[in-house]
């Protein structure tokens, strides 16, 4: 946004901060304003607006919590996410920092968390995901998940990136569910390559890209950091 430009020197972006999901154009943001009103008796229009700001806090909670709104939640979109009014917001951030339309010469540090697809679960890229990936899924409900959520076509591709060990996990090589069994890395699941799968569209493959962006828009005065958290708590879950 031009008008913080100059008031800021640097910036930390953690668990997303140019995804597809971080805005939603102007008509998706009013199909969810249009439902809320509606939902609480507020109807349409001008009249709307004075009915909505006599709610309370507890009325506008509980019907956030209990209506899926028209533009939901997803790997590429979020319910509330702010809008690209072109007032404050020209254009989604991710078209911003691609085109070099950012404030120049900031430090930036753009991260994420290991394993964080495992909190979308249940998601597809706009909605909810009706084969959500099981602790339990097979090579078969893998391709299933993966022609669902991606396109057919993906489902094979998917499998060569992330391949399931067929024996053994002998060698540790980057911690307890990604290991090498042969010559070639691989995961001890099928649920734990598919949330690698999920953590790597919405998070990791983005902020790698977006750093690379960021940093070649002003080579030399944009330093660019990229970070990711990987310590696991000391209590170990399983899944017995």
């Given at each position: 946004m031009r008008k913080s430009w100059g008031l800021f020197a640097g910036a930390i972006s953690q668990s997303g901060g140019f995804q597809r999901w971080v805005?939603?154009?102007?008509?998706?943001?009013?199909?969810?304003y249009e439902a809320v009103a509606v939902a609480l008796g507020c109807g349409s229009g001008a009249a709307a607006v004075e009915c909505l700001v006599g709610k309370t806090a507890a009325e506008l909670l509980a019907q956030s919590e209990a209506k899926r709104l028209p533009s939901t939640d997803g790997w590429d979109s979020c319910q509330w996410?702010?809008?690209?009014?072109?007032?404050?917001?020209?254009?989604?951030?991710?078209?911003?920092?691609?085109?070099?339309?950012?404030?120049?010469g900031i430090r930036m540090i753009l991260g994420t968390n290991k394993d964080e697809g495992t909190s979308f679960l249940g998601?597809?890229?706009?909605?909810?995901?009706?084969?959500?990936?099981?602790?339990?899924?097979d090579e078969a409900a893998f391709r299933s998940w993966t022609a669902n959520a991606f396109g057919k076509n993906f489902s094979a591709p998917l499998l060569?990136?992330?391949?399931?060990?067929?024996?053994?996990l002998y060698h540790v090589a980057v911690g307890p569910e990604i290991s090498v069994g042969g010559d070639n890395e691989t995961y001890r699941d099928y649920f734990t390559?598919?949330?690698?799968?999920?953590?790597?569209?919405?998070?990791?493959?983005?902020?790698?890209?977006?750093?690379?962006?960021?940093?070649?828009?002003?080579?030399g005065e944009n330093s660019t950091y990229v970070y990711v958290f990987s310590e696991e708590p000391g209590i170990k879950h399983t899944r017995e």
């Open positions: 805005a939603k154009p102007l008509a998706e943001a009013e199909k969810n996410s702010p809008v690209i009014d072109g007032v404050e917001l020209e254009e989604h951030p991710m078209e911003l920092l691609r085109s070099g339309r950012v404030a120049p998601y597809l890229k706009f909605g909810v995901d009706p084969l959500t990936p099981k602790y339990d899924m060569a990136l992330y391949p399931v060990a067929k024996g053994p390559a598919a949330t690698n799968v999920i953590s790597d569209y919405m998070m990791w493959c983005p902020n790698r890209r977006f750093a690379r962006w960021h940093s070649g828009n002003n080579p």
